[in-house]
């Protein structure tokens, strides 16, 4: 199993869509396996539409 969360922005705030996910483990009692990812989108002119899914693989 894994929690997956797309982030949308600048790469600079990924740190916002991890918190993000670690907020929703401590809510739904998770603990992650160690392991993730970054799968990233084509960027965009504009870096605010630029998307990067985050994969975070859990116990």
Known sequence: EAAVAIHRGPYDRLNETY???DEWM?????????HSWEI???PTPDPAQTETTIVRLLK
């Open 26 to 34: 401590a809510g739904n009692r998770r603990e992650p396996a160690g």
């Open 40 to 42: 990233y989108g084509d």
């Open 19 to 21: 918190n993000a996910i």
